[in-house]
């Protein structure tokens, strides 16, 4: 019924940026928050950033300065910019959003993309 797709990672040197982008479609009555998470090999899944339905933004501190997140209600978009890219920010980055589903009863849950890599060279 949702379905969310990630784009935008690749290979990019310390110093660099990217932007990556998480398309979400399918019976979508409005979206609350988005937000975007990583994991390294080896490590736990970590939230990277969140953005909720009024725009208010919450980042860990590790990406605070250096990272961006937006997004597109009419495109149903969220969006990282990462700029001064380092090479622990090496991870598979997701997407997970909070999504009023429109069926008979509409109800609210959460979904997740399925993944995009993002490598930083040093």
């Known amino acids: 019924q949702v379905q969310l797709v990630e784009s935008g990672g690749g290979l990019v040197q310390a110093g660099g940026s990217l932007t990556l982008s998480c398309v979400a479609s399918?019976?979508?009555?409005?979206?609350?928050?988005m937000g975007w998470y990583r994991q390294a090999p080896g490590k736990q899944r970590e939230l990277v950033a969140v953005?909720?339905?009024?725009?208010?933004?919450n980042y860990v501190d590790s990406v605070k300065g250096r990272f961006t997140i937006s997004r597109s209600n009419a495109k149903n978009t969220v969006y990282l910019q990462m700029n001064s890219l380092k090479p622990e920010d090496t991870a598979v980055y997701y997407c997970?959003?909070?999504?009023?589903?429109?069926?008979?009863?509409?109800?609210?849950?959460?979904?997740w993309g399925q993944g995009t890599q993002v490598t930083v060279s040093s």
């Open positions: 997970k959003c909070k999504i009023m589903v429109a069926s008979f009863s509409p109800y609210e849950a959460q979904y």
């Open positions: 399918g019976s979508i009555i409005s979206i609350n928050d």
């Open positions: 953005i909720t339905s009024r725009d208010n933004t």
